[in-house]
């Protein structure tokens, strides 16, 4: 919003400062100036950034009455005069049939009025405000809105048929509104109409049909007051969001529409024209003790300082400058009693302290009844004030202070797991990632844990941030992609994060939200050559043996057990599982996966359930006793047929159960070439035997071998020469 | 091999022979000065010890050859005493020697080393850390809450009642065929942590003193600065008789540790449904020491983050579930900040889509 510092002046013609300090002092104050833009002779251009709970402040007056009221400085009241009016009849009538929705509307009309464009000062401070001139009458109104804030309308009044009704719309009924739009309303809306037609979306935007041309005569100039919710609705039904929607939703001043329709005339007539009969003022009653007769509201001081604390100068906030403030803010401050006051006579005077059920006290401190602004409905509570009162003198006017705290400090219970995770990963040559929470569905559908789980976004941020991501890898594979696209051949990326599902069926009742874990990593990651399966099996070897599982194993299923994802290359792809569950898997990406994104490179991934892992505690390092007594190595070069796998191999071994046999080891395993015939493959293991009592003797570690031996060629191996 | 021909011997006497041993101990480590290389060595060695040339050797078979019985024990002792000289000398420069390799073992040691490189923790999550650890200090214990939450908790116990402007600023996107439900029960992305200060308080009597850290989203238009997911740390302080000037001291000091102890800060009014009064903070800026710079738009402040009062009616809230958060004998306050606008701040990132987007040559400069 853009204000000029010299009409501030002329409702404040006390203030002597600059406008910078005067900018400086608003913005202290909450009445933020984002810009100062100087205009030479014509001051300064302020850009306001108003917060919205303060309606009353946007605009030149409201900005003026708050530096009023810093300063303590009197404030020009706005001029309502009008020449004399023509006599008539019978007021013109207005009809309120929803009291509910509009408290108050006034009604005034002009006659012989001469359409044109603005001139005067009216003019100069559009150019300066780059407020687009449409025509005096228009132009009126929106000044007026400019000035004070209230927001108006004005009707040609030769296309209206018959006095004017506030009524909600019909089921059905039409409506072209200025923006030239034809709308269908809604009997939630509330139109002002005449006793034919709809002629507004009150509170909103007014009607193609009776808006001012250059042919009007006579106006009908409305200035009403309108329930701040109907408004909003209606704003948001139509999706029209106006100057005067933004105002009326906030709440507008409900003692304002007099006023506010008065200088519409005004500036309308210097034109030409006359004012025919007295304003028309309906008021609902109700309407009005909810908004400018409110009742007052109890204030005591003590809660001044028990909220705010102590001020820099050290003798906090006085009760004379509590309620000097308070005045100058334009409420009506009255001891609620001489003496000090029960609880009960306090409830008394402030009935919605009683209704929060405020336990009685004993020797209460006095308090005060405040009555509250017209213009400042944001205005209704005791804290409200004391908000007003830290603003007032200046939130940097309060100390400094500490508070005692003897409580204790309690971390997340998976704190550590979620830190010795990470610090694993960054270990083992992964950096981290963050990637969106959303991807788009048909990667939602490849990558869900369960089918059918991923959960939609009603109103999507685009296409393809549709789902909530039911998985880290898709986002993972982009960041890869991205890596690969700019040249990065080398990468290895993890990310920790939320992952959801939820029932599509029952609407989403619930969403599970679990952290997990996704590593990938491509070309020379880490070093050395192209990442292989080892690799990413050692890295989840390392990350899982953080944890103390009883067991963990590695196996392999195909897709269509459910066990292992579709994404996954069917040939190159493992489950961990520790305890028996699973908590990851990992592998190259399918070729066909990898072919649809169009990925040159090798890509291996892996996820890790890490709502599962935390589940297990934490490894505590556990010393075993270490052996003063020599080792024995012993290797073994054996030829295997290719379907007994190592792990059969070294089951086979431990399954001899030799407490001397401290490890094994496979040394190195070949396939292929003239040594080793085909459907077979070598395998060197090492095996190491240790005793913690004794020296181990020959024929002991012989007898062993042989047994090794044996065991493996009990699977169908032999022995190398 | 020179030959030096033997010394002269005056005599037999002891006088004589000290005399005599001294001028070929002289004469051995005059010889012995320069035994730098293994050739070297071995000719000091030959030359004194040689078996059958040995200079040694020819000395005391010359001079006890033509001494008398009576000389030839001293003589004998002090051929002894010049050998352990010699021998000496030698395994000195022995130690010195061993030590040397040939030229040809000498590498390039100006090639680059064979990095195991450690990987970047992320810039958000470590300056998420830093933040957290400054609170945790200060008596703060960390907590955390779901990142698809219902209206109740993002907006209506924060005192964003249905339908208030105030949730225009929050633009939501929300869950997939929530209609059906009652407004308080539909699903959406949290817009703010501050929902989890109301998890917290329904959980726990007061006093509370937690720090929230978490992942938000909004439906924004993503720019240089803004994007659609970010992150934030929420804070939360309880219990009888706190103030606004706690929470001017507290996040004065807050911002001290994060920034160095020589930034100010100050307080601005401003408007959160859920804290009154609420309050805008701007730290001077770091970089500049507030004399204005490109990183301050000139103005020597950079705002950094929104706090205030915990709202009466927010209490009132978490009192339907815990009755101990009694707005008349409690009070509390809250803040919170941008951890993507603070990193960016801190390490001069100009997208804050980089921070999203897994580029490596942006998080390897993190490592
Ligand atoms: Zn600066």
């Not at chain 1, 950034?49 to 009455?65: C, L």
């Not at chain 1, 929803?98 to 559009?126: D, M, Q, Y």
């Not at chain 1, 292929?672 to 395998?683: A, C, F, R, T």
Request: with cysteine; proline share 6%; net charge negative.
């Amino acid at each position: 919003m853009k204000i000029l510092s010299s009409w501030i002046r002329e409702f404040v013609p006390g203030i002597t400062i600059t406008d910078r300090q005067l900018a400086d002092d608003l913005t202290l104050r909450g009445i933020a100036v984002d810009g100062v833009f100087d205009l030479g002779a014509h001051g300064s251009l302020f850009e306001m950034d108003i917060t919205t709970n303060r309606v009353d402040a946007m605009n030149h007056y409201g900005i003026a009455r708050e530096a009023a009221t810093i300063y303590g400085l009197a404030l020009k009241p706005l001029d309502a005069s009008l020449p004399p009016a023509k006599a008539t009849a019978k007021p013109f009538s207005v009809r309120i049939e929803e009291p509910k929705l509009c408290g108050r509307f006034t009604a005034r009309l002009l006659r012989n009025v001469k359409i044109g464009p603005s001139t005067g000062i009216v003019a100069e401070r559009f150019r300066l405000l780059e407020q687009k001139a449409i025509a005096n009458a228009v132009d009126a109104t929106n000044y007026v809105t400019l000035a004070m804030g209230h927001p108006t309308h004005a009707f040609d009044l030769d296309k209206l048929e018959g006095g004017i009704v506030i009524r909600r719309a019909r089921k059905g009924e039409k409506l072209k509104t200025l923006d030239g739009v034809e709308r269908t309303l809604d009997p939630d809306d509330l139109v002002v109409a005449d006793e034919k037609k709809a002629l507004g979306l009150a509170g909103v935007i007014g009607g193609w049909d009776t808006m001012i041309t250059p042919e009007t005569k006579n106006i009908l100039v409305e200035a009403a007051w309108f329930d701040p919710a109907t408004v909003r609705r209606s704003s948001k039904r139509h999706l029209v969001h106006t100057d005067a929607s933004h105002r009326f939703e906030r709440g507008a001043d409900f003692n304002a529409p007099p006023v506010a329709n008065a200088l519409v005339s005004r500036i309308i007539l210097e034109a030409g024209g006359a004012v025919e009969g007295e304003l028309v003022d309906v008021v609902i009653p109700e309407a009005d003790a909810r908004t400018a007769k409110r009742a007052s509201i109890g204030f005591r001081v003590s809660e001044v300082e028990r909220i705010l604390g102590p001020t820099e100068d050290g003798a906090g906030i006085s009760a004379a400058t509590a309620v000097d403030i308070l005045r100058r803010l334009g409420c009506g401050v009255e001891d609620a009693a001489r003496t000090e006051t029960t609880a009960t006579q306090r409830q008394d005077l402030d009935p919605s302290r009683a209704s929060l059920g405020e336990p009685p006290q004993k020797s209460a401190p006095s308090g005060q009844a405040v009555t509250l602004p017209s213009w400042r409905l944001d205005l209704e509570r005791e804290i409200d004030l004391i908000e007003e009162i830290a603003r007032v003198y200046g939130y940097n006017r309060f100390r400094n202070t500490l508070p005692p705290f003897a409580g204790t400090v309690v971390e997340l219970p998976w704190a550590e797991k979620e830190s010795t995770v990470r610090r694993t990963l960054l270990a083992l040559g992964f950096n981290e990632a963050i990637s969106s929470t959303f991807c788009a569905a048909q990667d939602a559908a490849i990558f869900a844990r369960e089918p059918d789980s991923a959960v939609a976004i009603g109103n999507p941020l685009s296409e393809e941030a549709g789902m909530l991501r039911p998985s880290l890898v898709p986002g993972m594979l982009e960041m890869l992609v991205l890596n690969l696209s700019r040249d990065v051949d080398d990468a290895a990326l993890f990310e920790m994060g939320t992952t959801f599902s939820g029932n599509p069926e029952n609407g989403y009742a619930r969403v599970e939200e679990r952290p997990t874990l996704a590593i990938g990593a491509t070309g020379h990651a880490f070093g050395g050559g192209d990442v292989e399966f080892s690799d990413m099996k050692g890295a989840m070897e390392e990350l899982l043996s953080r944890f103390a599982a009883r067991s963990l194993y590695f196996d392999r299923f195909p897709a269509a057990s459910g066990l292992m994802p579709a994404w996954l290359h069917p040939g190159r792809s493992a489950r961990a599982a520790v305890d028996g569950g699973t908590v990851a898997w990992f592998g190259q990406l399918h070729p066909a996966e990898a072919e649809r994104r169009k990925l040159k490179q090798t890509v291996w991934l892996g996820e890790v359930w890490l709502d599962r892992l935390y589940k297990q505690e934490l490894r505590q390092p556990a010393v075993r006793e270490l052996s003063r007594f020599q080792a024995v190595r012993r290797d073994f070069s054996v030829l295997l047929p290719e379907r007994v796998t190592y792990a059969a191999a070294a089951g086979a071994v431990e399954a001899l159960a030799i407490p001397e046999m401290q490890s094994y080891a496979a040394k190195e395993v070949l396939r292929g070439g003239k040594q080793i015939p085909e459907g077979q493959y070598s395998l060197l293991l090492g095996v190491v035997f240790q005793s913690n009592e004794r020296t181990l003797r020959e024929e002991e570690v012989q007898e062993w071998s042989r047994q090794v031996v044996g065991a493996l060629e009990t699977l169908g191996g032999k022995l190398r020469a | 091999m020179q030959d030096d021909g033997i010394p002269a011997l005056r005599g037999w006497s002891e006088a004589e022979l000290d005399a005599a041993f001294a001028a070929v101990a002289r004469e051995v480590e005059t010889s012995a000065r320069a035994l730098t290389s293994a050739d070297e060595k071995e000719e000091f060695r030959l030359r004194w010890l040689g078996r059958k040339q040995g200079r040694l050797k020819a000395i005391s078979d010359a001079w006890l050859k033509a001494a008398p019985a009576e000389a030839k024990k001293p003589l004998g002792q002090r051929f002894n005493t010049l050998k352990a000289l010699i021998e000496a000398r030698l395994e000195a420069s022995s130690a010195a020697t061993s030590m040397s390799v040939p030229d040809s073992e000498t590498i390039d040691i100006t090639l680059p080393g064979r990095r195991r490189r450690l990987g970047a923790e992320h810039p958000l999550i470590r300056t998420q850390h830093e933040i957290v650890r400054i609170f945790q200090r200060m008596g703060y214990s960390v907590g955390v809450g779901p990142e698809v939450e219902t209206d109740y908790y993002n907006f209506e116990s924060l005192n964003f009642p249905p339908g208030h402007p105030a949730r225009d600023t929050q633009d939501t996107l929300v869950v997939a065929g929530q209609e059906r439900k009652p407004l308080r029960e539909r699903l959406l992305m949290r817009t703010h942590t501050s929902p989890v200060q109301i998890r917290t308080m329904e959980q726990q009597p007061p006093p509370v003193r937690i720090v929230i850290p978490g992942k938000v989203h909004r439906n924004d238009a993503a720019d240089a600065t803004h994007s659609p997911i970010f992150h934030q740390v929420e804070g939360l302080c309880v219990d009888v008789g706190i103030t606004f000037a706690d929470l001017k001291g507290t996040l004065d000091h807050a911002m001290k540790e994060l920034f160095g102890s020589s930034v100010r800060t100050r307080f601005f009014p401003s408007f959160f449904p859920f804290t009154e009064p609420s309050a805008d903070v701007q730290i001077s800026c770091p970089f500049c020491g507030g004399a204005g710079c490109r990183k301050c738009k000139h103005s020597g402040w950079i705002e950094l983050l929104g706090c205030g009062m915990v709202d009466p009616a927010v209490f009132g809230f978490v009192q339907q579930k815990q009755p101990g958060y009694d707005p008349q004998k409690i009070s509390g306050f809250a803040f919170g900040m941008g951890v993507d606008r603070i990193a960016m701040m801190k390490y001069g990132i100009g997208e804050i889509g980089l921070l999203y987007s897994g580029d490596l040559r942006f998080l390897e400069q993190f490592a």
